[in-house]
């Protein structure tokens, strides 16, 4: 148990469906992050959200649609997604966005589209 | 460009020891982690380091090098719990973190 909690764990979709993805932290974390990973990639940040507000859009799609109603809550809004937009989607939390503290991840949504 | 260079996959004994290295070129440095993965789970925080030198925590320990780019992460008294992915990341003086592709790290009987 990380403190760090995401759901659905897993999701298969079709390329016209629209889906939510879900991550809630009680770790009491100022900053939280969607991280994308893909079998024998680096880990791909997506977007960065510090006290709610986005800071980081790493030109991630925009059938990625995140939204952050609190410091506690984060979404990850999918839409006619592709097939190579399979992947597992990470979930992190951290004290802040420029602090050298650890990032605590929630153990994934492996989404998969056909 | 930032790169992280780590390998693909190592296999290693029970018990044995086992080093698995990581090479870095950032923009600025604010410090280096190491995550492992078990298959299916959250990645969690192993160690960090900033400063040169052997940071120590039980079986684990990991090494830093600033001058050269150059980490490792050594597990010792190795135990099948410990088959996993290692992920090396460096923080860049922006506290972007980059990430190498990670290391599968095999433990046999």
């Given at each position: 148990e990380t403190g760090v909690t995401q759901t659905p764990r897993h999701l298969?979709?079709?390329?016209?469906?629209?889906?939510?993805?879900?991550?809630?932290q009680h770790l009491g974390h100022n900053a939280m992050y969607w991280y994308k990973q893909s079998a024998?990639?680096?880990?791909?940040?997506?977007?960065?959200?510090?006290?709610?507000?986005?800071?980081?859009?790493?030109?991630?799609?925009s059938r990625f649609s995140p939204e952050c109603p609190n410091s506690s809550h984060l979404f990850l809004h999918l839409h006619t997604l592709q097939p190579e937009d399979s992947a597992l989607y990470l979930c992190a939390s951290s004290q802040g966005v420029e602090v050298t503290g650890e990032l605590f991840f929630g153990e994934g949504s492996r989404l998969t589209v056909l | 460009g930032q790169n992280i260079d780590q390998p693909t996959e190592m296999t290693a004994t029970e018990g044995a020891i086992v080093q698995i290295n990581c090479t870095y070129q950032t923009s600025g440095f604010?410090?280096?982690?190491w995550y492992q993965q078990h298959a299916g789970e959250a990645p969690t925080f192993l160690s960090y380091?900033?400063?040169?030198?052997?940071?120590?925590?039980?079986?684990?320990?990991?090494?830093?090098?600033?001058?050269?780019?150059y980490s490792y992460l050594l597990l010792k008294e190795l135990q099948m719990k410990d088959s996993a992915s290692?992920?090396?990341?460096?923080?860049?003086s922006n506290y972007q973190l980059?990430?190498?592709?990670?290391?599968?790290?095999?433990?046999?009987?």
């Open positions: 298969v979709m079709g390329m016209t469906n629209k889906k939510s993805l879900k991550c809630e024998k990639k680096p880990l791909e940040l997506m977007f960065v959200y510090n006290f709610k507000e986005q800071t980081e859009n790493n030109s991630v799609p | 604010n410090g280096l982690f380091n900033v400063l040169d030198g052997l940071e120590e925590k039980g079986r684990f320990s990991s090494f830093l090098s600033r001058s050269k780019g290692y992920l090396c990341a460096v923080m860049d980059i990430w190498g592709a990670g290391t599968k790290l095999i433990i046999k009987p």
